[in-house]
């Protein structure tokens, strides 16, 4: 969704905290110079067996948590190399920041990561990053890939669909100048259009989104125990190519359904060298007629334009077998809605006409060619309004948004996808989408949140986000809900997010009508969150509470949720400074949670309100436990945020979290307190 610079006055945006052992600086120091991205590091060794993570975690520490896929993912700094590691690094606009675990392998050419298959596998994919062409606009280059020292396959990779720079809504262009020179930024501290004399913003200006990924299927199955080499060419174009990590997966024979409307009948092209859209039109068509699914076999089809769906269902042969592929197509004039491209897309009917209905599509990959974000556009990978419908099995990568769904539609169920590289949201229910279910997909660098519930004008309820894995969300948050009334955030695993947002958010924000009702997050486990805020210069929380538009006070229940590795805060209630008088947070509920590892605070409070808190357990806890600001009068009867509850235990540096001096209300207030980095998680 479009984003709004969150935070305006001087008082909150004066000096920064500082991630130090592991390169967490201010935005100024971070986001100006571009040799920062290469990183700096030491060789590593070889590891003596296959290590296997889950949001470069150990598996056991998430057990329970996240969405149950077919891969199996390995970090490339565990893998054996002679390349640098880069990282660890939580600084926005570096290449270790957007990495998985905030650390990688860089390679030259001439290099190489082995991984060691931790089970039978045929197919993998690489998580990777090659530098930008000078101009923008992106590199090819290429990468061996070799199993046990045997036949050589040859992967292409482009930079031609990350590298974003500047302000939002960002360009293409590193040499660009400020998009918008009258909003304050960070590393001036400044207006720019405003200050005399006026500052010198060194280009590229906050490059970011740097990675990309992709699909390999090998020659034949290998066992556990087979070597996988990543070799960079000794005569790559790339002056370097990093490898963040590597999935490993056994992909099974392809799907055949020998009744249905077979698309290859109609005229598509499996060798996607014309587009099929139209005989994908005739195939639904067809279907509807004689009461058939649609089948499309294996192949690469290229389709340039949004399928209309409704009460069809089309089938795959399997999301790495069947390939539904499109370019973006620059529209004569604008659409209705807007839009000043079309791509390709599965889109509903819009909900002006009544939506569609009895949507089931699965088993295929949608793959766009979306470069950068123009927000009007509808290039979505699914799209419309889609009542009683199932979406399953997809892989959606290089879209706008993964799935964009502008209600009101209900009864929608989001199981089993893949969403990877998108320009902004993984998946949006955008407006009076209702008792819909959206479990266990796997989103990675998203451009914006990568799941939202968004309540613009009318209320999204009853729906569920559960067991979801969400990994490098490169702006905004892992999992985002504005507004709405009972629904439900539950089971998920959110990692590494890395700049304006972070791992939950509930927000009265983006004109979202006023949560009603309850909301319950309940055991979801965030990692390497709580990130650095760069408009507002201050740390946010894993969680964090925000009162722009309106106050927040329904029954919002938060249990069962592990906070690991914050940079900053766990947990964070807070208002931004024009409204902060207006606006309060109250009604919230923490109960049996745990915490192990903040930079800075359990509870940082920035507003007025209140929250209770019962079996809250926290360790190496980096600052005072509640650090208690309220909204900033420092009143002599204390903080306008106060703070309830019993059986909380533990504590760090300054003594037990919830300690009874800092009941109810005692003002602990440090703007910017210094950053303690905890030790990682372990277990329990």
Not at 560 to 566: A, S
Request: aromatic share 10%; net charge negative; charged share 15%.
């Amino acid at each position: 969704m479009s984003r709004n610079i969150i935070g305006s006055t001087a008082r909150w945006s004066l000096g920064s905290s500082r991630w130090a052992a592991a390169g967490v600086a201010s935005a100024t120091a971070a986001a100006v110079t571009l040799s920062v991205l290469t990183g700096a590091g030491t060789a590593f060794a070889a590891a003596p067996a296959p290590v296997v993570t889950r949001a470069a975690l150990d598996p056991a520490l998430v057990a329970g948590r996240g969405a149950s896929v077919n891969f199996l993912e390995q970090e490339a700094e565990n893998a054996t190399h002679n390349g640098t590691i880069i990282g660890p690094s939580r600084a926005a606009y570096t290449l270790p920041a957007e990495a998985s675990g905030r650390t990688a392998v860089k390679l030259t050419p001439g290099q190489y990561v082995e991984f060691t298959l931790p089970s039978a596998a045929n197919a993998i994919n690489v998580r990777y990053s090659i530098p930008d062409a000078p101009k923008g606009g992106g590199i090819t280059a290429p990468l061996d890939v070799t199993v046990n020292g045997g036949s050589r396959k040859t992967m292409t990779l482009t930079s031609q669909y990350a590298w974003l720079y500047n302000q939002y809504p960002f360009s293409n262009d590193p040499n660009a100048g400020l998009l918008h020179p009258d909003w304050w930024i960070t590393e001036c501290g400044c207006v720019p259009a405003y200050t005399t004399p006026a500052p010198v913003i060194t280009t590229p200006f906050r490059p970011n989104h740097f990675y990309d990924e992709q699909r390999l299927l090998l020659n034949k199955k290998y066992k556990a125990g087979d070597k996988v080499r990543l070799t960079v060419p000794a005569g790559s174009n790339a002056a370097w190519t990093v490898i963040d990590l590597l999935d490993s997966e056994l992909v099974g024979l392809p799907y055949v359904d020998l009744i249905a409307s077979n698309v290859l009948l109609f005229g598509a092209d499996p060798f996607g060298k014309k587009d099929s859209a139209d005989a994908f039109d005739k195939a639904i068509a067809f279907a509807k007629r004689f009461h058939l699914d649609v089948y499309v076999p294996p192949g690469t089809y290229q389709v340039n334009r949004h399928i209309i769906v409704d009460n069809v269902t089309i089938k795959g042969a399997g999301s790495w077998w069947t390939i539904i592929k499109g370019k973006e197509v620059a529209l004569s004039t604008p659409a209705p809605d807007g839009s000043v491209h079309t791509g390709v897309g599965f889109y509903g009917k819009d909900s002006s006409v009544g939506g569609s209905t009895n949507v089931h599509l699965s088993g295929f990959a949608i793959e766009g060619d979306v470069r950068d974000r123009i927000d009007t556009d509808q290039v979505n990978g699914i799209g419309g309004a889609m009542s009683n419908s199932t979406i399953d099995g997809l892989y959606i990568r290089h879209t706008k948004v993964g799935l964009w769904f502008d209600g009101p539609m209900s009864n929608v169920k989001v199981t089993n996808n893949v969403i990877v590289d998108q320009i902004a949201d993984g998946l949006n229910f955008h407006i009076g989408v209702t008792d819909s279910l959206v479990k266990n997909n796997f989103i990675r660098n998203s451009g914006d949140d990568a799941l939202a519930m968004w309540s613009e004008t009318t209320a999204n309820a009853n729906n569920t986000f559960d067991h979801n894995t969400v990994q490098t969300p490169v702006l905004a948050n892992g999992i985002a809900i504005y507004g709405g009334a009972d629904n439900t955030v539950s089971n998920n695993l959110i990692a590494d997010p890395i700049r304006e947002g972070s791992a939950i958010q509930v927000g009265s924000r983006f004109g979202a009508v006023a949560f009603t009702g309850h909301l319950w997050i309940t055991n979801n486990t965030t990692v390497r969150a709580g990130t650095f805020e760069l408009n507002w210069n201050i740390g946010l929380g894993a969680i964090w509470f925000f009162a722009l538009d309106k106050s927040i006070d329904a029954d919002i229940q938060v249990v069962g949720d592990n906070f690991l590795d914050n940079t900053y805060n766990a947990i964070m209630f807070v208002s931004d400074w024009p409204v902060k008088d207006l606006y309060t947070i109250t009604n919230v509920h923490f109960k049996d949670i745990k915490v192990d590892g903040t930079g800075t605070s359990v509870v940082s409070g920035r507003v007025a309100g209140s929250a209770t808190f019962e079996n809250v357990d926290a360790r190496n806890v980096g600052a005072v436990g509640i650090n208690n600001c309220g909204s900033f009068h420092f009143t002599p009867s204390g903080s306008e945020f106060s703070l309830s509850g019993s059986g909380n235990d533990g504590g760090g540096t300054t003594g037990p979290w919830f300690g009874s001096w800092q009941l109810p209300n005692t003002i602990t207030c440090d703007d910017r307190p210094p950053v303690v980095v905890p030790p990682a998680p372990s277990a329990w």
